[in-house]
């Protein structure tokens, strides 16, 4: 029959003028519009699909739990490599090396269902930064598949943070991890002086326990610190151990970056990382206002800087968002705008100081924990003299750089007390 009909068509005039190579062709042409249409039907209909793009939170967690999916089956890896510095300070920096799936397609089984990842990657023009997206397909309709899979991803990824702080930092307009997570800091090994740091720890666990009290009565849901001081007196040591005492992250902002404008700081703050203490280093160095120099303002061009209002409007505005914290540090608090210190913005200012006595024989005491009650003594006279021979107070930091210079034993704490102050 076939070759009847092929017979007939070659010996056909039309079709073999053309006719009916142009017929095929437009038949073939319909058939392949009718199978795109129909895969397209079919992957609506039969077919679900989730894409995950890397400014997305959940994008990392996702990332390294299908790399466990398919630590077995594929062969199209990327490496990703940290160092890591063990808690005995004799141990040297090891790295360690993970594996995730490489830009491409993958495939595994989840729940009786086979999952199609692909990962795909863009270069993007203006950041120079890479656009990536993870888009999983599976057969069905339910969405609570990649509900799952988030929640385990999720899960996965806080019981690795566990015991750690997590700092972000902004890139553009999007903030991501810096470094690896930290171990969280002790509160105890923060001495400040008496009251401050309790002071500190009941007012932030005020705020974070009782958001309907606020609610309740119109005021916003946000808190506001400044912790002041010479440099050196424990003030980001604090905020650390804060962050990890109440299982925050930390989001630090550089204001001073001359890339700093109004309304990128107010994107940043926007969106920042849920649970996270956003800390406003030096917050006198912000550079309001600054001009730049001839060479920075050709780099810069059309950038407006940061303003003072801009940063006022950012903290407290309309614009701003609720349920966060925000700390400020600084060496010199008369150099701040009083509108930027005042009640609304800052709700809670603490001043800390150079060292004092107590602070000094907690510290003694922390690195020397077997010095007797007369070496003490002797310690906290001869300090004493030393401030009033130089009148210049010690720092915290001075005391502990001192402490871990000398720490072989208390005899060598005595034999280089001069070294405090350079001498």
């Known amino acids: 029959m076939l070759s009847d009909l092929i017979t007939s068509l070659s010996a056909n005039p039309y079709f073999g003028a053309g006719a009916g190579l142009i017929g095929i062709g437009t038949a073939l042409a319909v058939f392949r519009r009718t199978s795109q249409y129909g895969l397209i039907f079919f992957r609506r209909q039969f ?23 398919l630590r077995d089956s594929s062969r199209h890896l990327s490496a990703r490599t940290t160092l890591i510095k063990n808690d005995d300070p004799s141990s040297r920096i090891q790295a360690s090396y993970t594996f995730v799936p490489s830009v491409g397609t993958h495939y595994f089984r989840y729940q009786g269902k086979f999952i199609k990842v692909e990962r795909t990657r863009e270069q993007m023009i ?23 899979m988030l929640e385990k991803a999720r899960d996965s990824a806080l019981l690795a943070n566990e015991g750690k702080t997590l700092v972000y930092i902004p890139t553009i307009n999007e903030w991501r ?39 309740d009565r119109g005021i916003p849901y946000r808190r506001g610190y400044l912790l002041h001081g010479p440099p050196g007196s424990g003030k980001t040591s604090a905020i ?8 925050l992250s930390i989001s630090t902002l550089n204001l001073s970056q001359g890339t700093m404008t109004d309304d990128r700081l107010q994107q940043l703050l926007s969106n920042v990382p849920e649970e996270s203490i956003i800390l406003l280093e030096d917050i006198d160095a912000a550079t309001v206002g600054r001009h730049y120099e001839k060479e920075d303002a050709i780099r810069f061009q059309g950038m407006k800087p940061l303003t003072l209002s801009g940063l006022l409007n950012s903290l407290d505005g309309v614009i701003s968002t609720e349920g966060r914290i ?19 913005r800052v ?15 907690r510290m003694l005491i922390r690195f020397y924990p077997h010095l007797t009650r007369d070496e003490m003594n002797e310690f906290l006279k001869q300090i004493e003299q030393l401030t009033d021979n130089y009148s210049k107070p010690l720092s915290a930091a001075q005391l502990q750089g001192f402490f871990m ?9 005595f034999e280089n007390i001069q070294q405090l102050y350079g001498s």
């Open 47 to 69: 077919m679900i699909t989730l894409e995950v793009p890397n400014n997305d939170i959940s994008y990392s967690w996702l990332l390294q739990w299908i790399s466990h999916q």
């Open 126 to 148: 203006n950041s120079g930064v890479p656009f990536e997206s993870v888009q999983l397909t599976a057969f069905g309709q339910d969405r609570q598949i990649y509900i799952d």
């Open 177 to 215: 991890l810096f470094g690896q997570p930290r171990r969280k800091r002790p509160l105890n090994s923060v001495i400040l002086d008496k009251g401050i740091l309790e002071n500190l720890i009941n007012d932030v666990d005020h705020f974070l326990a009782n958001p309907h009290w606020y609610i």
């Open 240 to 247: 650390m151990a804060l962050a990890g005492h109440f299982d």
């Open 326 to 344: 925000i700390f400020m540090t600084t060496n010199y608090i008369d150099r701040l705008d009083p509108a930027l210190i005042r009640p609304g």
């Open 347 to 361: 709700d809670f200012k603490q001043y800390i100081g150079p060292l004092t006595a107590d602070q000094t024989e």
């Open 405 to 413: 210079h000398n720490k072989e034993s208390i005899k060598h704490v």
